[in-house]
């Protein structure tokens, strides 16, 4: 709404002046509010692949992509990778504010209550084909809930939705591990009441019946952080996938299904499975990573170095900066010397010296480390895209109530200019087949 310090852009189409008024962030971010703009002239914008269209105002997540800066509910992300678990920083995106012990003991204790899947639902996951890319399977399984769960939708009570939004972050990780196992044909491992988000998903991923898993605390940590770097990155191609999705009232799980769904593509969540396949291939054809950096250089083809460039950051990814460090940590704490390690890091210097990736802005990205940290974790390639999605969780469902709680909520529908045929008519000289 216009207040007597808004400041206006003025836009002049034909002769005439038209005014609107200009949005600043909290950060001084600008932005001009042309929601007027068609009532007003009869113009549209025209912005293909949202490129400089900002969807709404939020107050979740921060990122300047010039400075490298990510901050959840104004806290640096550096800051909470180093201090908090992955379940205070879904707290902190759900409730904009760190969980005091009170409200840390219950929201974990809810977690801990909804851990377990529909016994029904069990069967579901022998009825898919072997070998289906588990991203498929999780989409489709969190959509069966909402037959299960059919009343959490934009027009449930706060309570509901509080309890609904653990329930779904606890579950989501019990299905992701129940898959795993069934794609190996082991017994599903039940989560344990005794231990906490990231061990007890650790357990129900390779504990077996002959072999006990040791749970590792270095491990833990790794995944703890790894989650945290990925739990919200403010209006990417998932979130808007929810957050349109769900403009439309739909089931809360029905419209997380189809952020996971956006998530698996391999330019989104699943780049950090091809980076890793990327650097396989690598390691196979003798290390000769020169050979791979031309070829994404060369304009002939398609093919892209995985794991670099953004559409929002022109300079470091800060995640990418944690997950070099964290892979670091992990490996020498582990006693690990994997090749590829020394492939993504001479990737990445010959990357950051090259006039190509220079002047296009091309860094490593959150996927570039995140792989070779996985693979050290024991999670098969296959399912990281799966980790991306129980990290990614907490944000869609911050950003979807965001949404739903917005005073100026209304369904999306972006318009269009139609370039297709003008006004033509049946021929009716000719026959038809009705
Ligand atoms: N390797 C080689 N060249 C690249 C790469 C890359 N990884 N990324 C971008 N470029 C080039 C493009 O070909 C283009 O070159 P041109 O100007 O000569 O035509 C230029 O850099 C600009 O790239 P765009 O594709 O226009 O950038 P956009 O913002 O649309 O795409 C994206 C960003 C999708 C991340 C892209 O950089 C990419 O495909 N990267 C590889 C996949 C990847 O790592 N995705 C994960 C992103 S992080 C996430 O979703 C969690």
């Given amino acids: 709404m216009d207040t007597p310090n808004t400041t206006y852009a003025e836009l002049i189409i034909d002769g005439i002046s038209y005014k609107f008024p200009i949005v600043i962030g909290t950060e001084n971010e600008k932005a001009i509010n042309i929601s007027g703009l068609r009532n007003k002239t009869g ?11 900002g969807a709404c105002q939020s107050t979740i997540t921060y990122i300047d992509g010039e400075k490298g800066i990510l901050r959840y509910r104004g806290i640096p992300i550096e800051e909470l990778v180093e201090s908090c678990s992955f379940v205070e920083t879904a707290y902190l995106l759900l409730h904009d504010k760190i969980p ?20 029904s639902m069990h069967h579901f996951f022998d009825q898919f084909p072997l070998h289906s890319h588990p991203m498929h399977i999780l989409s489709t399984m969190i959509n069966a809930l909402s037959t299960f769960y059919p009343h959490v939708d ?66 833990v940590s790794a995944l703890n952080k790894l989650l945290i770097i990925h739990a919200d990155h403010e209006q990417n191609c998932s979130t808007t996938a929810v957050r349109v999705i769900g403009s439309a009232q739909v089931n809360l799980y029905a419209t997380i299904s189809a952020g996971i769904n956006a998530l698996s593509g391999p330019l989104h969540g699943g780049a ?5 396949e990327m650097l396989e291939t690598i390691n196979k054809d003798e290390g000769d990573y020169k050979k791979y950096v031309d070829m994404a250089k060369n304009k002939s083809n398609n093919y892209k170095l995985m794991g670099f460039g953004h559409r929002v950051y022109k300079t470091f990814d800060p995640r990418a900066v944690i997950m070099k460090n ?36 091309l860094y490593p990205n959150v996927d570039f480390y995140s792989g ?63």
């Fill in 43 to 53: 113009y549209i914008t025209l912005d293909p692949s949202f490129m400089n269209t």
């Fill in 154 to 219: 934009s027009e449930s009570v706060e309570h509901d939705i509080f309890k609904s939004s653990a329930f779904l972050i606890s579950v989501f990780r019990t299905i992701a591990a129940f898959s795993y196992k069934n794609s190996i044909g082991e017994p599903m491992v039940y989560p344990r009441y005794d231990l906490p988000f990231c061990a007890n998903f650790l357990n129900m991923m390779f504990d077996s019946p002959v072999k006990p898993y040791n749970i590792d605390e270095d491990v």
């Fill in 272 to 276: 950090n499975q091809a980076v890793i």
């Fill in 100 to 119: 005091n012990r009170d409200e840390y003991k219950r929201f974990s204790s809810i977690l801990n209550e909804s851990s377990l899947l529909h016994e």
């Fill in 326 to 361: 964290e892979c670091h940590n992990l490996l020498n704490k582990l006693k690990i010397d994997d090749p590829l390690l020394d492939i993504a890091m001479k990737l990445e210097e010959i990357a950051l010296n090259d006039e190509y990736f220079i002047s296009r802005n």
């Fill in 372 to 434: 070779i940290i996985y693979k050290a974790i024991g999670i098969p390639t296959n399912m990281f895209t799966v980790m991306f999605a129980i990290a990614r969780l907490p944000g869609w469902i911050a950003q979807w109530r965001e949404m739903i709680n917005s005073a100026d909520k209304k369904i999306a529908r972006p318009r269009q200019i139609y370039v297709g045929h003008p006004l033509r008519h049946v021929d009716k000289q000719i026959s038809h087949f009705i």
